[in-house]
């Protein structure tokens, strides 16, 4: 029922995702279903939770944290961003995102749930940022935890626009423009950078 619940969410938003339409899709009964959920309410919550345990998961097994380099490490983790962009967990969209978006002014539970889990991973960026600023001084001063928070503007921001124009390498894209805005603030040239844009608009 969670899986169906999430696909449901994705696809059509939290309001259409109902019980009749999830027990529809699952085969159970509303009697199994009310048995494990007090009510679509608690399903929501449920669910944000389940993503949520699952995007940590997948950060904390990521590969980034094997550069020596804390500033190679920042890279590295943007890297695995756009990795898992592409797989199962946030290909068809950002559940936290997606809820923020259409439950935030109704359901106060699930609201601080999404808000908690942005602080989470804001601060798994926030912390190698924090690093790379400490062992190489920066061209500018900034922020780690702003630089963090416009991190998860930009992948949000990106995946709804990949979705209004159906076009997932908009996702990349953002990326891309991430990666080299870190390396301006860390002095870096960002040459290669361009010559990737170059190639994305050329395919489209």
Excluded at 41 to 55: P, R, W, Y
Excluded at 83 to 106: D, F, K, W, Y
């Amino acid at each position: 029922m969670l899986a169906a619940a999430r696909k449901l969410i994705l696809e059509r938003g939290f309001a259409a995702a109902t019980v009749d339409r999830i027990c529809e899709t699952t085969g159970v009964t509303k009697g199994a279903f009310f048995h494990y959920f007090e009510d679509k309410n608690v399903l929501g919550k449920s669910v944000a939770e389940q993503f949520a345990s699952d995007l940590v998961h997948a950060y904390e097994t990521g590969p980034f944290l094997q550069p020596s380099d804390p500033l190679k490490r920042v890279f590295a983790y943007i890297d695995f961003t756009s990795e898992i962009m592409r797989g199962p967990l946030l290909s068809h969209g950002c559940l936290i995102g997606a809820l923020s978006v259409e439950v935030a002014q109704t359901h106060e539970e699930i609201r601080a749930l999404c808000a908690q889990t942005f602080d989470g991973w804001a601060r798994s960026l926030s912390y190698l940022l924090r690093e790379a600023k400490t062992r190489h001084a920066p061209a500018v001063a900034f922020d780690p935890d702003a630089i963090a928070r416009l991190f998860l503007a930009t992948v949000e921001g990106a995946l709804i626009l990949a979705r209004a124009h159906q076009d997932p390498e908009l996702v990349e894209e953002g990326l891309s423009q991430f990666r080299d805005y870190v390396r301006l603030l860390f002095g870096q040239d960002t040459k290669r950078g361009r010559k990737r844009h170059a190639g994305t608009a050329a395919r489209r």
